[in-house]
């Protein structure tokens, strides 16, 4: 990597020197800083920092939480990972009851046009739900999955917003919930089950 320093009251000819040339654009006076981040990289873009972080602006609305930190595997996938907690209520649709679910969210990110991109993302959790219908609770394992279509907004070098709606349907239950349990196979699940799930998301890279 080339880095190129000035001391004061040098003066720099970037016409007798190629390397001159190179260095010319991040010529500072003295008392300025030079920022490596922001300096080009191998293709003439400018770098940005392969690991971010992901809040949710609306779960919160519906008692859902979480945090989720993110690699950039390559330019066009970026890998996530992070923890969650879903403590939804509903007292008038279908899963009649309360969501006491200590999730661990796993997602894979695809860019396929600029900044639009698909995005499927696993919940494996354990929950504790408590039925409205019966007054039980059902302690278990369980996997829920979402796919969404999204388009980021950069904020700066640092923060976006990434908008995502997207839906989602429960894919397996150790312990299944009144209503759940009425469903004889995978698909019919699915049919009858599946969300919208409305999502913006704050995002930070660091």
């Given amino acids: 990597m080339l880095m190129c320093f000035v001391l004061p009251d040098l003066q720099v000819n970037a016409g ?3 390397l001159n040339a190179e260095c010319q654009p991040y010529v500072h006076k003295a008392h300025q800083t ?12 400018v770098r940005q920092s392969l690991w971010s972080a992901e809040t949710s602006l609306t779960f919160h609305i519906v008692r ?10 390559s330019d066009r996938v970026e890998l996530g990972i992070g923890p969650a907690f879903q403590n939804w209520k509903n007292e008038d ?3 009649l009851g309360q969501a006491n679910a200590y999730t661990l969210l796993l997602s894979c990110r695809y860019y396929f046009w600029n900044k639009f991109h ?10 504790r739900f408590e039925s409205f219908i019966d007054n039980n609770t059902y302690k278990g394992l369980e996997l829920w999955v979402e796919y969404k279509l999204g388009y980021r907004v950069d904020m700066g070098q640092r923060f976006y917003l990434n908008i995502q709606p997207g839906i989602g349907h429960p ?8 209503g759940v349990e009425e469903y004889d196979n995978f698909f019919e699940l699915i049919r009858n089950e599946t969300i919208f799930v409305p999502q913006v998301l704050l995002g930070f890279r660091f």
Avoid at 34 to 45: T, V, W
Avoid at 118 to 127: D, I, Q, T
Avoid at 171 to 178: A, F, G, L, S, Y
């Fill in 34 to 45: 030079i920022h490596f981040d922001d300096l080009p990289g191998h293709n003439g873009e």
């Fill in 93 to 95: 649709e279908s899963f």
């Fill in 118 to 127: 698909v995005e499927l993302e696993f919940w494996p959790a354990w929950n």
């Fill in 64 to 73: 859902i939480y979480m945090l989720k930190f993110s690699y950039k595997y």
């Fill in 171 to 178: 894919v397996w239950m150790q312990n299944k919930w009144p």
């Fill in 16 to 18: 007798t020197d190629p």
